[in-house]
């Protein structure tokens, strides 16, 4: 209602994004009641995420490709919940600037494991990062969140960087995560 309601675009944009958060969390809340388990499929719930972006973040006209590659990924709900959040921040990311100018676009998951990380790489075949990227200040709420998370809930590390081929080639958000997580009593 208030983002029907608003008067700029910035704010309706806001709220969007907002809406998307909400809707990803509810994706795993919803799998989990489904599944009556404390296990989440990561690639299911990211193939629901692909497709909320799909619809609420892409014009009608535009084509939005998904792929997955690698071992199915078994998270506990806690893990799960934190990685769906990391995972829907990138898709609206590369949603909102990946393809700007293009009238379709390709957004995938590649998911490696050895024996004490899972390394996730999230990727779109975009236009890149601008060329002073790392230079800047990160300003984006979405990449700050997704640090936060990735960082200071799951133990792990994260990485933005374009493709190996160069700008125009699409990006990697890479992420390393511990199998063994941390526990927040332990501080």
């Known amino acids: ?15 969007q994004e907002s809406i998307n958060r909400i809707l990803s969390i509810s994706v ?10 404390e296990d989440i499929d990561v690639q299911e719930v990211m193939g629901h995420i692909f497709d909320l972006a799909a619809r609420n973040m ?3 006209d535009f084509l939005i490709r998904t792929e997955f590659k690698g071992p199915r990924l078994i998270l506990p709900s806690k893990c799960a919940s934190s990685v769906a959040l990391v ?21 995938g998951l590649a998911v490696q494991e050895d024996a004490d990380h899972w390394h996730l790489d999230f990727y779109d075949d975009g236009i890149g990062l601008p060329p002073d990227f790392g230079q800047q200040p990160r300003k984006s709420l979405g990449l700050t969140i997704v640090q936060t998370l990735v960082e200071g809930d799951l133990g792990g590390t994260f990485v933005i960087e374009n493709d ?7 990006t990697h958000a890479r992420l ?10 332990d501080a």
């Open 1 to 15: 209602i208030q983002a029907r309601r608003a008067k700029t675009k910035e704010v309706k944009e806001a709220l």
């Open 28 to 37: 795993v809340h919803e799998y989990l009641s489904q599944q009556g388990s």
């Open 58 to 60: 892409t014009d009608k």
């Open 87 to 107: 995972l829907n921040e990138l898709v609206l990311n590369a949603m909102e600037h990946a393809f700007v100018g293009r009238r379709s676009g390709l957004i």
């Open 164 to 170: 190996a081929r160069g700008a125009g080639h699409g």
């Open 176 to 185: 390393r995560i511990p199998k063994v997580q941390p526990n927040p009593t």
